[in-house]
Nanobody, 115 residues
Framework: QVQLVESGGGLVQAGGSLRLSCAAS????????MAWYRQAPGKQRELVAAIRSAGSRNYADSVKGRFTISRDNAKNTVYLQMNSLRPEDTAVYYC?????????WGQGTQVTVSS
């Protein structure tokens, strides 16, 4: 089992920045993928960014150039630096951890961007 603890959400004005963190603990293998998803009211959950244990990254088109995903493998922690935030970034952000055939989710953290 893997447990995920998220932090860093909140309320920010458009153009501002926030940094999300997600720490994983438990039975963690060397090869895994850590990611951030988000879900806005009335919309499906969507992938924001993902980073593999080897370091490769991918981003949703809507956040490229504004968000940066990174990880500290020694701490089993993934970060999402969000800059130039827009009202349409408002959502609950979920941390996801995937290894082998197992998927784990954090409890979610609210990000609200005011115009």
């Amino acid at each position: 089992q893997v447990q995920l603890v998220e932090s860093g959400g909140g309320l920010v004005q458009a153009g501002g920045s926030l940094r999300l963190s997600c720490a994983a603990s438990g039975r963690i293998f060397a090869i895994n993928v850590m990611a951030w998803y988000r879900q806005a009211p009335g919309k499906q959950r969507e992938l924001v960014a993902a980073i593999r244990s080897a370091g490769s990254r991918n981003y949703a088109d809507s956040v490229k150039g504004r968000f940066t995903i990174s990880r500290d493998n020694a701490k089993n922690t993934v970060y999402l630096q969000m800059n130039s935030l827009r009202p349409e970034d408002t959502a609950v952000y979920y941390c996801n951890f995937r290894q082998e055939r197992d998927d784990y989710w954090g409890q979610g953290t609210q990000v609200t961007v005011s115009s």
